[in-house]
C-alpha cells in the first residue's frame, strides 16, 4: 500500500511539475511569447471533445480550431467564403443538385481529407438524426462523391439553409468515427452510445490538435503540421499559424482571470468583460481591449397564451413604457446596442431598420402619454390614470382590464443577478416602469433552469426575459422561434405566437432559393413580428475582450469579437 501512495504522489508530482512547467514557466516571462505559446484564460474547460455532444461555448472554443466546415464567414463582411471547398458551389437547378469542389487538404493524423469524408459525415448526421445537425441535413436526398475531390448534394426540395447552415457544418473523419458508429451498431440506443463515446484525441483539418488536457487546470493545443491553410492567402487573409501552441488556462472566476491577464500569466481572456472591470484595464498600457459587436438577442417576452398578454395593445403599450436607450446606458454601461427587431443590426443582410419602434427617442413622460393612449383607446381604465386632466404624468393606479375586472398581479421572470445581472435589473427596470403605468408587475429573479422549465416546458409564466448570446446569421431562427408549429411544450415558440400569415411567409422563405427574395421575406416577417409584439427586443450586448498588447499582434476583429479562428491562424509574437 505504501508503494502504492508512493507511486500515486510520485505521479501527482510528476503532472505538477508538468503543469508548472507548461503554464507557470511560460506565463511569467515575455520570453513566452517569443516561444510562440499563446495563453488563453478561460472560465470553464470543455465539456467535451466529443463533437455531437459539446454544446457549450467552453467546448466549442476548443473544437472550433479543430473540425472545420466546408465554408467559413469572413470576419470583416460576414459573407461565407471557401475554407475546405475550393470554391463557390455550382447549382443544377433542373436537378436540384449542388456540386462542390474540395480543397487538398489533410487531417492532423496525416491522412488525406477526400469527398468520402464529407459523405460520411452527412451520412451520419442523417441516419442518427444527430441532434443540432439534423434538421440542416434532412431535406438532402444523399450525398454523393463524385471523385477524390468532389461532393454532389441532392436536394428532395429547395432549401434555403442549406448555402447559410448545411455547408458550414464540421466534418469529421470518416476513418476515426466509422469505428466509433460500428460500435454503436446493435445497440438499443445507438445515437446515445455515439454521444456518449468519450473522444480524448480528436482528429480534424483545422490549425490545432489537443496534445494534452489536464482535467480542471489547462487544455493544451498544438498546432496542425498539416493544416492546409498555413501560408495560404484567403480572403485576404495570409494565414499560419505562426504560433506554436495555445494553453487554454481554466480559472473559475472573472475576477481570476482578469487578475491573470494584468499580471500577464495569460495574453488573452476569452471572454466578454464585464463593464466593472473595464476602469482598471483601460489604464493598462499592456492591455488592449477590443469592443465588437455580435450577434445577439435579449429580449422581454409575453405568454399570448392567456389574459392580459393575449391582447396587442397591452403589449404595444408596454414596448412603449421599455426604455431600451436606459438599460444600454445604466445597466450595459454603454456596451451595448438599442435592439427594434428579432434580428441585430450587425446582420446588415438581413436586419430591416423600418419595423415599428415603440417609444423610441421620447422623454419618460412621453412615453406615457403614449402608453396611456394606447391602453384607453383599447378600453382600459384606472382608478387613477397615469395621466391627470391637465396632461400631467402622474402615477397610475389601479389599471383594469376592458371587460371591466381589475389587472391581477404578474410576474416577469428573469435569470439571478449571480448568472446575469443585466437581465436581472432590467427585470426591476420594466417593473417599475409598468408600476408607474398602474400595472401589478413584479419582477421576480429565478434559477435558469427552473425559469426554462417554466417557460419553455410548462407554458407556465406571464413574461419573462432571456437572450440568445450567438444567433446564427442566417434567419431562420425566425421561424423556429415564431412558427405555430413550434408552439409546443418545449418548443421554440415560447410566448405562444399564432399567425396563419406568418407561418405561410416564414415557410416560404425557408425554401427560397433566391438570396434577394429571401431577404424582402425577412423583412416583412420582422415587420409582421413588431406589430404583433410577441416580444420586445431589447439589447444586443458588445463584446468587450481584453488581450495583452505587449505580446502577440495580428487580432482579427469580427462580429462576435477579436476570439475567433481567424485571429488564431493570423496573429504573431512580438
Same mark, same amino acid.
Request: charged residues 20%; hydrophobic residues 40%.
Given at each position: 500500500?505504501?508503494?502504492?501512495?508512493?507511486?500515486?504522489? /510520485?505521479?501527482?508530482?510528476?503532472?505538477?511539475?508538468?503543469?508548472?512547467?507548461?503554464?507557470?514557466?511560460?506565463?511569467?516571462?515575455?520570453?513566452?511569447?517569443?516561444?510562440?505559446?499563446?495563453?488563453?484564460?478561460?472560465?470553464?474547460?470543455?465539456?467535451?471533445?466529443?463533437?455531437?455532444? /459539446?454544446?457549450?461555448?467552453?467546448?466549442?472554443?476548443?473544437?472550433?480550431?479543430?473540425?472545420?466546415?466546408?465554408?467559413?464567414?469572413?470576419?470583416?463582411?460576414?459573407?461565407?467564403?471557401?475554407?475546405?471547398?475550393?470554391?463557390?458551389?455550382?447549382?443544377?437547378?433542373?436537378?436540384?443538385?449542388?456540386?462542390?469542389?474540395?480543397?487538398?487538404?489533410?487531417?492532423?493524423?496525416?491522412?488525406?481529407?477526400?469527398?468520402?469524408?464529407?459523405?460520411?459525415?452527412?451520412?451520419?448526421?442523417?441516419?442518427?438524426?444527430?441532434?443540432?445537425?439534423?434538421?440542416?441535413?434532412?431535406?438532402?436526398?444523399?450525398?454523393?462523391?463524385?471523385?477524390?475531390?468532389?461532393?454532389?448534394?441532392?436536394?428532395?426540395?429547395?432549401?434555403?439553409?442549406?448555402?447559410?447552415?448545411?455547408?458550414?457544418?464540421?466534418?469529421?473523419?470518416?476513418?476515426?468515427?466509422?469505428?466509433?458508429?460500428?460500435?454503436?451498431?446493435?445497440?438499443?440506443?445507438?445515437?446515445?452510445?455515439?454521444?456518449?463515446?468519450?473522444?480524448?484525441?480528436?482528429?480534424?483539418?483545422?490549425?490545432?490538435?489537443?496534445?494534452?488536457?489536464?482535467?480542471?487546470?489547462?487544455?493544451?493545443?498544438?498546432?496542425?503540421?498539416?493544416?492546409?491553410?498555413?501560408?495560404?492567402?484567403?480572403?485576404?487573409?495570409?494565414?499560419?499559424?505562426?504560433?506554436?501552441?495555445?494553453?487554454?488556462?481554466?480559472?473559475?472566476?472573472?475576477?481570476?482571470?482578469?487578475?491573470?491577464?494584468?499580471?500577464?500569466?495569460?495574453?488573452?481572456?476569452?471572454?466578454?468583460?464585464?463593464?466593472?472591470?473595464?476602469?482598471?484595464?483601460?489604464?493598462?498600457?499592456?492591455?488592449?481591449?477590443?469592443?465588437?459587436?455580435?450577434?445577439?438577442?435579449?429580449?422581454?417576452?409575453?405568454?399570448?397564451?392567456?389574459?392580459?398578454?393575449?391582447?396587442?395593445?397591452?403589449?404595444?403599450?408596454?414596448?412603449?413604457?421599455?426604455?431600451?436607450?436606459?438599460?444600454?446606458?445604466?445597466?450595459?454601461?454603454?456596451?451595448?446596442?438599442?435592439?427594434?427587431?428579432?434580428?441585430?443590426?450587425?446582420?446588415?443582410?438581413?436586419?430591416?431598420?423600418?419595423?415599428?419602434?415603440?417609444?423610441?427617442?421620447?422623454?419618460?413622460?412621453?412615453?406615457?402619454?403614449?402608453?396611456?393612449?394606447?391602453?384607453?383607446?383599447?378600453?382600459?381604465?384606472?382608478?387613477?390614470?397615469?395621466?391627470?386632466?391637465?396632461?400631467?404624468?402622474?402615477?397610475?393606479?389601479?389599471?383594469?382590464?376592458?371587460?371591466?375586472?381589475?389587472?391581477?398581479?404578474?410576474?416577469?421572470?428573469?435569470?439571478?443577478?449571480?448568472?446575469?445581472?443585466?437581465?436581472?435589473?432590467?427585470?426591476?427596470?420594466?417593473?417599475?416602469?409598468?408600476?408607474?403605468?398602474?400595472?401589478?408587475?413584479?419582477?421576480?429573479?429565478?434559477?435558469?433552469?427552473?425559469?426554462?422549465?417554466?417557460?419553455?416546458?410548462?407554458?407556465?409564466?406571464?413574461?419573462?426575459?432571456?437572450?440568445?448570446?450567438?444567433?446564427?446569421?442566417?434567419?431562420?431562427?425566425?421561424?423556429?422561434?415564431?412558427?405555430?408549429?413550434?408552439?409546443?411544450?418545449?418548443?421554440?415558440?415560447?410566448?405562444?405566437?399564432?399567425?396563419?400569415?406568418?407561418?405561410?411567409?416564414?415557410?416560404?422563405?425557408?425554401?427560397?432559393?433566391?438570396?434577394?427574395?429571401?431577404?424582402?421575406?425577412?423583412?416583412?416577417?420582422?415587420?409582421?413580428?413588431?406589430?404583433?409584439?410577441?416580444?420586445?427586443?431589447?439589447?444586443?450586448?458588445?463584446?468587450?475582450?481584453?488581450?495583452?498588447?505587449?505580446?502577440?499582434?495580428?487580432?482579427?476583429?469580427?462580429?462576435?469579437?477579436?476570439?475567433?479562428?481567424?485571429?488564431?491562424?493570423?496573429?504573431? /509574437?512580438?
Amino acid at each position: 500500500m505504501k508503494c502504492l501512495k508512493r507511486s500515486y504522489l /510520485a505521479r501527482g508530482l510528476a503532472l505538477a511539475v508538468m503543469a508548472v512547467v507548461l503554464l507557470g514557466g511560460l506565463a511569467v516571462t515575455p520570453a513566452a511569447a517569443a516561444n510562440g505559446m499563446l495563453k488563453i484564460g478561460v472560465l470553464e474547460e470543455p465539456k467535451s471533445l466529443n463533437l455531437w455532444l /459539446a454544446t457549450d461555448a467552453w467546448s466549442n472554443r476548443v473544437l472550433s480550431l479543430i473540425y472545420e466546415p466546408l465554408f467559413i464567414r469572413e470576419p470583416k463582411t460576414n459573407k461565407l467564403v471557401p475554407w475546405l471547398a475550393a470554391g463557390e458551389p455550382v447549382y443544377d437547378a433542373g436537378k436540384m443538385t449542388y456540386t462542390v469542389k474540395l480543397r487538398p487538404a489533410k487531417w492532423s493524423d496525416g491522412s488525406e481529407f477526400t469527398a468520402e469524408d464529407v459523405v460520411f459525415t452527412g451520412n451520419l448526421i442523417k441516419k442518427f438524426r444527430m441532434p443540432r445537425h439534423s434538421s440542416k441535413w434532412s431535406f438532402i436526398e444523399e450525398v454523393v462523391a463524385v471523385d477524390k475531390h468532389t461532393v454532389r448534394f441532392e436536394l428532395k426540395r429547395p432549401k434555403a439553409i442549406f448555402l447559410t447552415r448545411t455547408l458550414v457544418t464540421p466534418i469529421v473523419q470518416k476513418k476515426q468515427w466509422e469505428k466509433i458508429v460500428a460500435s454503436a451498431k446493435g445497440a438499443e440506443k445507438p445515437l446515445t452510445v455515439i454521444l456518449r463515446h468519450k473522444l480524448e484525441n480528436p482528429i480534424g483539418t483545422g490549425p490545432f490538435t489537443v496534445s494534452k488536457w489536464q482535467k480542471g487546470v489547462f487544455v493544451f493545443m498544438k498546432a496542425n503540421p498539416y493544416f492546409f491553410g498555413k501560408g495560404q492567402t484567403i480572403s485576404g487573409h495570409k494565414l499560419g499559424p505562426h504560433i506554436k501552441g495555445i494553453i487554454f488556462k481554466v480559472y473559475g472566476t472573472a475576477d481570476a482571470a482578469i487578475l491573470a491577464l494584468r499580471k500577464g500569466s495569460i495574453d488573452f481572456y476569452w471572454n466578454s468583460i464585464q463593464a466593472g472591470y473595464l476602469e482598471q484595464l483601460k489604464d493598462d498600457k499592456d492591455i488592449k481591449l477590443f469592443v465588437n459587436n455580435k450577434s445577439g438577442l435579449y429580449y422581454l417576452g409575453f405568454n399570448l397564451r392567456k389574459e392580459p398578454f393575449d391582447d396587442v395593445a397591452l403589449r404595444r403599450a408596454v414596448a412603449t413604457l421599455v426604455s431600451k436607450e436606459f438599460i444600454i446606458k445604466r445597466i450595459l454601461q454603454g456596451y451595448g446596442e438599442v435592439l427594434h427587431s428579432m434580428i441585430p443590426p450587425g446582420n446588415d443582410f438581413y436586419y430591416n431598420p423600418d419595423v415599428p419602434k415603440y417609444g423610441y427617442g421620447l422623454s419618460m413622460d412621453q412615453r406615457m402619454k403614449m402608453a396611456y393612449d394606447i391602453l384607453r383607446q383599447a378600453g382600459y381604465t384606472w382608478e387613477t390614470p397615469p395621466v391627470d386632466a391637465n396632461g400631467k404624468v402622474v402615477r397610475g393606479v389601479g389599471i383594469r382590464l376592458p371587460n371591466g375586472d381589475p389587472m391581477k398581479e404578474f410576474t416577469i421572470l428573469t435569470p439571478p443577478a449571480d448568472y446575469d445581472p443585466h437581465r436581472a435589473m432590467s427585470g426591476q427596470m420594466i417593473q417599475e416602469w409598468l408600476r408607474a403605468a398602474g400595472m401589478p408587475a413584479v419582477s421576480r429573479p429565478m434559477a435558469f433552469g427552473a425559469l426554462i422549465q417554466k417557460v419553455k416546458g410548462q407554458h407556465d409564466f406571464d413574461a419573462f426575459i432571456l437572450g440568445y448570446g450567438k444567433l446564427s446569421l442566417d434567419p431562420g431562427y425566425l421561424r423556429a422561434f415564431f412558427h405555430s408549429r413550434f408552439n409546443k411544450e418545449r418548443g421554440y415558440n415560447m410566448s405562444g405566437y399564432e399567425s396563419a400569415a406568418f407561418d405561410a411567409l416564414s415557410t416560404e422563405s425557408n425554401n427560397a432559393m433566391d438570396p434577394n427574395l429571401r431577404r424582402e421575406m425577412i423583412f416583412q416577417m420582422q415587420v409582421m413580428l413588431m406589430n404583433a409584439v410577441p416580444y420586445v427586443p431589447l439589447y444586443n450586448p458588445q463584446v468587450v475582450e481584453g488581450v495583452r498588447s505587449d505580446r502577440f499582434t495580428g487580432w482579427v476583429p469580427g462580429l462576435g469579437g477579436v476570439g475567433n479562428i481567424w485571429s488564431l491562424c493570423e496573429i504573431k /509574437a512580438k
